[in-house]
């Protein structure tokens, strides 16, 4: 017997076909009536900060009517899409498909909580950072958005506006792709030729196998296998769902899916191999051959396998946003697994403000700020098949910084 699960249920919700979520006390819905939504207040007195963090991430509209703007920057950046007369088709794209995205925001409640799950983490990251690095204290977060508000832009003007003299550039894309840090990475460059400052800076350029990532990707699996009935707690297929990529940069040497592969290993590793598993993609778009199998095909094929319980678990996203709460919660785990026959479907906690990816990721800031190295080797070398010159110019700004 299928329980039925609202589908208007305001941000995390878990979308199951066998039984529901008894939501986080501290969801964002009850949460976001105390976070402060201006990054540029977020730190209480009038200190000035050392050392500015500024995490990057794609940013998501934080209401409905926000949604044309983000779309039209999404589909003019060259550095994620390239497409012909793109000047032109992008307005026209974006204009297009401004309905159906927004109806789908309206049914995660309204917008995105991308910013505040941001903000949450930045105010309890630099906390103990301040701590941890007194010699590079004060800290202060700020967030960079590629197609939302704050934009990178505006956040590095915020920076240089607060007289941060150390900037760190942080990516919260923990695998690295071309499409997605690459592109954040562009727009610093691009801005800080077009006004210079004094601020150092360097680069958080990727982290996919960071110790505490893996620790705490694996605590939530734990958790949420124990969600399971107790009779198919073993029976439990776990699906990692990673954002796909188009093989035409896969092809280009981008290391997007290998750094994933690493993500997936380690946390199996951590988890001693419970369980059987796969590496699925998620949100393709277009006719183009991308990187698969698809987690929705994943979903149909296992269930006609008998493969009927199944835990899905984003493992390249670190917050909660419409790829999770909407792509998995209800397209894939409410609507699909219905329609499949699946008995059991289960989403993993995102890791949001979860103590321990806290601590975490205060542990990379903190050990980047030791390191003498403006950023790590990895990104110092361009994809084989890269023809981009933006990509080599940023490169040598980041390699050219003086940390110490």
């Not at 690459?182 to 004094?198: C, D, E, Q, W």
């Not at 397209?331 to 890791?351: F, M, P, T, V, W």
Request: hydrophobic share 35%; with cysteine.
């Amino acid at each position: 017997m299928f329980h039925h699960v609202c589908r208007h249920v305001p941000f995390r919700s878990l979308v199951s076909v066998g039984f529901c979520r008894v939501p986080r006390s501290t969801s964002p819905v009850v949460l976001s009536n105390v976070w402060r939504r201006n990054t540029c207040d977020q730190r209480s007195g009038d200190v000035k900060p050392k050392t500015g963090v500024l995490l990057l991430n794609l940013g998501g509209p934080e209401k409905v009517e926000d949604v044309h703007d983000f779309l039209l920057r999404l589909f003019s950046d060259r550095d994620l899409i390239q497409l012909p007369a793109q000047r032109i088709l992008a307005p026209r794209i974006a204009k297009r498909r401004t309905p159906k995205i927004a109806e789908k925001y309206e049914e995660i409640g309204g917008g995105s909580p991308l910013r505040k799950w941001t903000d949450r983490q930045g105010e309890l990251m630099v906390k103990l950072l301040d701590d941890m690095s007194p010699e590079t204290a004060p800290h202060k977060h700020y967030a960079g958005f590629r197609y939302a508000k704050p934009l990178t832009e505006e956040a590095i003007e915020q920076m240089e506006k607060d007289g941060v003299s150390r900037a760190v550039a942080f990516t919260q894309y923990p695998q690295y792709s071309c499409s997605t840090t690459g592109s954040s990475v562009n727009a610093i460059f691009r801005h800080v030729t077009k006004h210079p400052s004094s601020m150092r800076w360097s680069l958080i350029d990727r982290w996919p196998t960071h110790p505490g990532l893996i620790k705490t990707f694996a605590s939530l699996i734990r958790e949420e296998l124990g969600n399971f009935p107790k009779d198919r707690q073993d029976d439990v297929v776990i699906l990692f769902s990673a954002h796909s990529l188009p093989m035409k940069r896969v092809n280009r040497g981008d290391t997007y899916p290998l750094e994933v592969s690493a993500t997936v290993q380690r946390v199996m590793e951590e988890l001693q191999f419970s369980h059987p598993y796969r590496l699925v993609w998620q949100s393709k778009v277009g006719p183009l051959p991308w990187l698969g199998p698809q987690t929705e095909d994943a979903i149909k094929g296992l269930s006609k396998l008998g493969q009927k319980n199944l835990l899905l678990v984003p493992i390249a996203f670190t917050s909660d946003h419409i790829e999770t709460l909407h792509e998995l919660d209800i397209e894939y785990g409410h609507d699909l697994a219905k329609k499949c026959g699946i008995e059991n479907i289960r989403r993993c906690q995102s890791l949001n403000d979860h103590p321990a990816f806290i601590q975490a990721i205060a542990d990379i800031v903190c050990d980047h700020l030791k390191s003498p190295l403006p950023c790590s080797t990895q990104f110092l070398l361009r994809c084989p098949m890269c023809d981009s010159q933006v990509c080599a110019s940023s490169r040598d700004f980041f390699k050219s910084q003086i940390v110490t």
